[in-house]
């Protein structure tokens, strides 16, 4: 019994610092519409979070400021009224989203010049200059803070007020109200209904381009070529286009052709973003990660194309394969159709290590720096982060864990022997 208890004793400090350091350790998926869930006025708001994607982008992120607009003003804005875009709906929202804690101490504390403080909406690579971003200001006089655009445009609403304080988890998360949805600088939310058809037949631009024959009697037997033509209004289409060459070069193990035909479909479909991005965009894109029309149809996250820069050129990787542009087709806001050097062939139908992958020919003209994109939160994680000034993204979090706790509990036992 002595033994034992002399066991016991030596082994409980350490059994608790484990026990201390796991519970520290433990990190619970966000849910932000599980967080607006409690407030019946902001279920507008949260449909249009978990509608638009965005809410499961806000599960990637470690440290975020979401301005929530109530259904009364919700209701009111042109932004439900007038039937925009599917994009535009997502920018405008994404615009609300601010890639930092502030908690109602911060707002108080902000300087009268105000803060200039970059969204979710900056990271699209779809905003013009710094008007991603938002600038916050406090006025003492009547304790009031107030979120306006950077630019000076007379389009509204283009600022809002602070109402209050919804939810705040320290140092990750804080959920404010505000009187009026914010419209970021260049954005019509008429676009899709004023903007001129444009009129281009997709087939007929990619047969005079030459060299995409295969890819333009594909598109029509499939389809999806009226789909894409449908999607000109709003924020445009970008459309990546193999070549004849590039289908020639599918290894046998893609079976392409055999693929049934809602299959062939979908796989044209992830050629296509919902955006249109002239070359100059695509070379100096913020977030890499881009959904395409695929991922519309199949749900977040999946789907997705990955676009960067590789010596010099833009390059698109698939998660299994990896392509190039080659050339441009047709450029004319709102449709952009790039030249492709390989099929774009997704894993969620193909499957990860199914497809043979060679280094892609890499053509075009150098592109300008690519601002590196913020570093994600570990993918369905959250909890408690340190204090401001020592914050930072978790990375790898899974296996830090184990190394470390494999040594509490060595150390433990070299304690309990000596």
Request: aromatic share 8%; proline share 8%; hydrophobic share 40%.
């Amino acid at each position: 019994m002595a033994v034992v208890s002399l066991f016991i004793s030596h082994f409980t400090p350490i059994l608790s610092l484990y026990l201390l350091f796991h519970s520290t350790t433990v990190i619970s998926a966000v849910n932000i519409t599980h967080l607006l869930s409690p407030y019946p006025d902001l279920s507008d708001f949260s449909t249009l979070l978990s509608t638009t994607t965005v809410a499961a982008d806000l599960s990637q992120r470690s440290s975020l400021t979401l301005l929530a607009v109530p259904n009364s003003f919700l209701r009111s804005s042109d932004l439900l009224r007038r039937s925009p875009s599917s994009t535009n709906i997502a920018d405008v929202i994404r615009y609300h989203v601010l890639l930092q804690y502030l908690s109602f101490h911060d707002l108080s504390r902000l300087p009268p010049s105000g803060k200039l403080i970059t969204t979710l909406f900056q990271t699209t690579g779809r905003a013009t200059s710094n008007f991603g971003s938002v600038n916050v200001t406090y006025d003492g006089e009547t304790n009031t803070t107030t979120v306006r655009s950077p630019a000076a445009y007379s389009q509204t609403p283009n600022n809002a007020t602070v109402i209050s304080l919804i939810r705040n988890l320290p140092y990750n998360v804080s959920i404010f109200s505000v009187n009026s949805l914010i419209v970021p600088y260049g954005f019509d939310l008429l676009a899709s209904e004023t903007r001129p058809p444009l009129g281009l037949n997709i087939s007929e631009a990619l047969i005079d381009g030459h060299n995409f024959n295969v890819a333009a009697s594909m598109l029509a037997a499939s389809g999806v070529v009226q789909e894409f033509e449908s999607d000109e209004g709003g924020a445009g289409i970008t459309l990546f286009v193999p070549t004849d060459d590039a289908f020639a070069d599918l290894p046998a193990t893609a079976n392409f052709q055999s693929l049934p035909a809602d299959k062939k479909a979908d796989v044209l479909r992830f050629h296509v973003l919902h955006s249109y991005y002239p070359l100059g965009s695509l070379q100096s894109i913020v977030n890499p990660v881009q959904p395409t029309l695929a991922t519309e149809d199949k749900g977040a996250g999946s789907f997705t194309l990955n676009i960067s820069r590789v010596n010099g050129s833009v390059a698109i990787n698939t998660g299994i394969i990896q392509a190039s542009v080659t050339q441009t087709v047709f450029d004319q806001n709102p449709v952009a159709i790039f030249g492709i050097s390989r099929v774009l062939l997704p894993k969620e139908i193909f499957g990860k290590n199914a497809i043979p992958e060679k280094s892609p020919p890499i053509n075009g003209a150098p592109s300008p720096v690519m601002s590196t994109p913020p570093l994600n939160f570990p993918p369905e994680l959250y909890g408690p982060s340190s204090p401001p000034g020592s914050r930072e993204e978790l990375r790898s979090s899974a296996t830090t864990v184990r190394s470390m706790n494999l040594g509490v509990l060595c150390i433990g036992l070299l304690y309990v022997f000596v």
